[in-house]
Antibody, heavy 127, light 107 residues
């Protein structure tokens, strides 16, 4: 069974650093999957932050998050990470990881969207 | 960047109603679009991938259509468990973008 299990809720102060994790099971990070991160601020919609291909660490960011967070992965632990070096109050949100996979169709194989999601990690930043 | 315009932002409907939600892309994205359902306090769940393909385990009352720039999610007969928020996601090119979401409420 494919699962993505995220680390627990965090309460931090502005200026502190943080690294949250997303551990996959039931599939291998060395296979053809990407792991994405999605933010959801309180009462708001979903925002795509970025994505990493653990096989070669190819990482893409949304311009809105480039330079604000770092996405990484350790394929030997089947785990992806999202980290901040200096948190702000505006980083308070739920953060989801999700797996990107592909699918076969008549002419071959194509990359798709996000098929499995983690349960979310709530990050609260408050002085 | 590709912008996704989703409408309506909210709607009220009754059990048994047919519901349609639309996403419009600012440029052509082939069929690189998924639809997700999110219930309060839960992670999103994929309903439709590749614009028209039903995710395994999802009831057949959900369907997707469209290609290029115009996409539709239809719920043929709304059930009590369908009251939730719905989002489209384009994954044609980075950065990916979600629609703003549609909240489906009980009339």
């Amino acid at each position: 069974e494919v699962q993505l299990v995220q680390s627990g809720a965090e309460v931090k102060k502005p200026g502190e650093s943080l690294k949250i994790s997303c551990k996959g099971s039931g599939f291998s990070f060395t296979s053809s999957y990407w792991i994405a991160w999605v933010r959801q601020m309180p009462g708001k919609g979903l925002e795509w932050m970025g994505i990493i291909y653990p096989g070669d660490s190819d990482t893409r960011y949304s311009p809105s998050f480039q330079g604000q967070v770092t996405i990484s992965a350790d394929k030997s632990f089947n785990t992806a990470y999202l980290q901040w070096s200096s948190l702000k109050a505006s980083d308070t949100a739920m953060y989801y990881c999700a797996r990107r996979s592909g699918y076969y169709y008549t002419s071959g194989y194509r990359w798709g969207g996000l098929d499995y999601w983690g349960q979310g990690t709530l990050v609260t930043v408050s002085s | 960047d590709i912008q996704m315009t989703q409408s309506p932002s909210s709607l009220s409907a009754s059990v048994g109603d047919r519901v349609t939600i639309t996403c419009r892309a600012s440029q052509g994205i082939r069929d690189d679009l998924d639809w997700y359902q999110q219930k309060p306090g839960k992670a999103p769940k994929r309903l439709i991938y590749a614009a028209v393909a039903l995710q395994s385990g999802v009831p057949s009352r959900f369907s997707g259509s469209g290609s290029g720039t115009e996409f539709t999610l239809t719920i043929s007969s709304l059930q009590p468990e369908d009251f939730a928020s719905y989002y489209c996601l384009q994954h044609n090119s980075f950065p990916w973008t979600f629609g703003q979401g549609t909240k489906v409420a009980i009339k």
